[in-house]
C-alpha cells in the first residue's frame, strides 16, 4: 500500500564534509561544493539511529514506565577515491605537511588530539522523485584501516559518530524534495 509522497529510492551518492566551526550548518551551495567532497564513495552509506531506554517495573510485573535514555547515531560509508588529507578529517591525532613535492602525514599521540567536529552530508540525486539528504554533526570514532591488495581498490571505511547540532539535541537531519503543489 502507498501513499501520496512515497518513493522508492534506489542508487548511492556523495559524501561532502567540512569542518564545524560556528555552530551552524552550511547551507547546499556552500557544503556540496567539490573541495568538501570527502570522496567518491563505494557500496553507498548507510544511517544508523539506535535508541535506548530504561525501563522500570514492579517485581509482578503490573506496573511499568519506559524513558528513552540515550540516541546513537553513526553513519558509514566506504570512501574510494582518497589521498593522505583525508585521513586528516577521518583521525583526530593525524598531522599533515607538504613539502617538496611530498605529503606527510603522522597519525597517533593522544595528545595531538585536534577536538574538531565536522559537518557530515550524504547527497543522494535523484532527478525522478527528488533528492535527499542526510546531514549530522561529528567525527569518525571508529577508526580506519588500509587494506592493500593486488586485486581490488583501497577503500577506507570511515563511521562518523553524530553529536548534537543543536539546543534541541537534533542529531540527524533529513531532508527530501517533495512536489510542490
Known amino acids: ?27 547546499n551551495a556552500t557544503l556540496e561544493v567539490d573541495a568538501n567532497l570527502l570522496g567518491l564513495i563505494q557500496k553507498g552509506a548507510t ?23 540515550d540516541e546513537d547515531v ?4 566506504g ?11 577521518l ?10 613535492g611530498k605529503r606527510t602525514i603522522k597519525i597517533g599521540g593522544i595528545g595531538k588530539q585536534d577536538g574538531k567536529k565536522y559537518v557530515i552530508r550524504f547527497v543522494h540525486e535523484d532527478a525522478t522523485d527528488g533528492d535527499i539528504r542526510v546531514t ?16 581490488k581498490e583501497t577503500v577506507v571505511d570511515a563511521e562518523f559518530t553524530a553529536a548534537p547540532m543543536d539546543n534541541e539535541g537534533t542529531k ?4 527530501e524534495d517533495i512536489p510542490v503543489a
Open 1 to 27: 500500500m502507498s501513499t501520496a509522497g512515497d518513493k522508492i529510492v534506489l542508487g548511492s551518492g556523495k559524501l561532502y564534509i567540512s569542518e564545524y566551526t560556528d555552530g551552524t550548518i552550511p547551507d
Open 47 to 69: 544511517v544508523q539511529y539506535k535508541p535506548k531506554f530504561y525501563e522500570a517495573t514492579d517485581d509482578l510485573g503490573l506496573a511499568s514506565k519506559t524513558m528513552l535514555t
Open 74 to 77: 553513526t553513519l558509514k560509508s
Open 79 to 89: 570512501v574510494m577515491t582518497w589521498c593522505g588529507k583525508t585521513l586528516a578529517k
Open 91 to 100: 583521525c583526530a591525532t593525524a598531522r599533515v605537511t607538504e613539502a617538496s
Open 136 to 151: 549530522i554533526v561529528g567525527n569518525n570514532q571508529a577508526g580506519f584501516s588500509l587494506a592493500f591488495a593486488k586485486d
Open 172 to 175: 540527524i537531519i533529513y531532508e
